[in-house]
């Protein structure tokens, strides 16, 4: 709806567009967030975002709004964010805390990568994974269960792979665009950003690097 939008008005999007651009990011934004789903309400907010980026509003705009997003994060932690989340952010900084609580998630998938080692354990020989230690293998942490059997090779090749993936959608994006085939360039590159950033977070969170989130890979 973004990419549509923005490509039938003259570019870089004047202040009407970028507010009328907001809200519809906002409304799927928040119906999903009250789901609750936090996770995929932000991939939602920062995709959009990044097309409205990608349609060249200005620096001073950009900066101006990270500040009013800063600002806000202590009214968000202290009226949005429901306990569990809290607790997700929290856990994060000290997983051992309560190792077999809000810590056990990220200290299995830890686990899980590590005894994977190189090469691998082999598939469907994970023990972590199948022994059901670790939650949700088959979704949310299958980065861990992939690691787990296939090793430090095997998330290696899907990296890269991914990567070859994203490299392609961008060079799609940016080809459209010297074309001046606004709708898809701005497509390609937001589905781009989109790969990126779900498969980002759902290995730092893995990794142990990001909180636990229900973001599938």
């Not at 060249?56 to 806000?72: D, N, Q, R, T």
């Not at 051992?96 to 994977?116: F, M, P, R, T, Y």
Request: aromatic share 14%; hydrophobic share 55%.
């Amino acid at each position: 709806m973004i990419t549509w939008f923005l490509s039938r008005n003259a570019l870089p999007p004047r202040i009407f567009h970028i507010l009328i651009s907001l809200v519809l990011i906002v409304i799927p934004l928040l119906l999903v967030a009250l789901q609750p789903d936090l996770g995929a309400g932000i991939l939602i907010l920062t995709s959009g975002l990044f097309v409205l980026f990608l349609a060249g509003i200005s620096w001073k705009l950009i900066l101006g709004s990270m500040g009013l997003v800063m600002l806000f994060l202590p009214i968000a932690w202290t009226f949005l964010l429901e306990s569990y989340q809290k607790k997700r952010i929290t856990t994060l900084i000290d997983p051992e805390a309560d190792v077999l609580g809000s810590g056990w998630n990220i200290i299995q998938s830890k686990i899980a990568i590590g005894s994977g080692g190189f090469s691998g354990k082999g598939y469907l020989q994970g023990t972590q994974s199948h022994f059901g230690f670790l939650p949700e293998r088959h979704t949310d942490f299958i980065m861990s269960t992939y690691a787990e059997e296939f090793g430090f090779i095997g998330i290696l090749v899907v990296v890269i792979l991914l990567g070859l993936l994203i490299f392609r959608a961008m060079k799609i994006g940016r080809e459209s665009l010297m074309l001046e085939q606004r709708f898809r360039g701005f497509f390609a590159l937001g589905i781009s950003f989109w790969i990126f950033f779900q498969g980002f977070v759902n290995l730092g969170m893995a990794l142990g690097m990001l909180p636990t989130k229900g973001l599938t890979f």
